[in-house]
Nanobody, 124 residues
Framework: QVQLVESGGGLVQAGGSLRLSCAASGRTFSWYAMGWFRQAPGKEREFVAAISWSGGSTSYADSVKGRFTISRDNAKNTVYLQMNNLKPEDTAVYYC?????????????????WGQGTQVTVSS
């Protein structure tokens, strides 16, 4: 089992940047593929980005491609989401998730463990 704790959320103006972090503890972090998802009020949780256990493969939602970058540091048991050129529509609670299958997964139900989320608010 793995525990996940997100941090780095906050309030930022449109066009600004934030870097989210997700610290993992428990089982060996490098065994898990990792993903970032977000959920806005009244909307379903949606895929943002994912990364394989080695960091060699990544995937992004079309809405964030070119603006967000997912990365991981297995030595620090941490996955990151660098968010640039933020837009008001990026406002949501952001969650990191871990999957025991080393696959790039875009569906929330395919992930085994979730963090508690961190709020990102982008003002116009």
């Amino acid at each position: 089992q793995v525990q996940l704790v997100e941090s780095g959320g906050g309030l930022v103006q449109a066009g600004g940047s934030l870097r989210l972090s997700c610290a993992a503890s428990g089982r060996t972090f490098s065994w898990y593929a990792m993903g970032w998802f977000r959920q806005a009020p009244g909307k379903e949780r949606e895929f943002v980005a994912a990364i394989s256990w080695s960091g060699g493969s990544t995937s992004y939602a079309d809405s964030v491609k070119g603006r967000f970058t997912i990365s991981r540091d297995n030595a620090k048991n941490t996955v990151y989401l660098q968010m640039n050129n933020l837009k008001p529509e990026d406002t949501a609670v952001y969650y990191c998730a871990a999957s025991e299958t080393n696959m790039i997964l875009t569906t929330p139900r395919r992930y085994d463990y979730w963090g508690q989320g961190t709020q990102v608010t982008v003002s116009s």
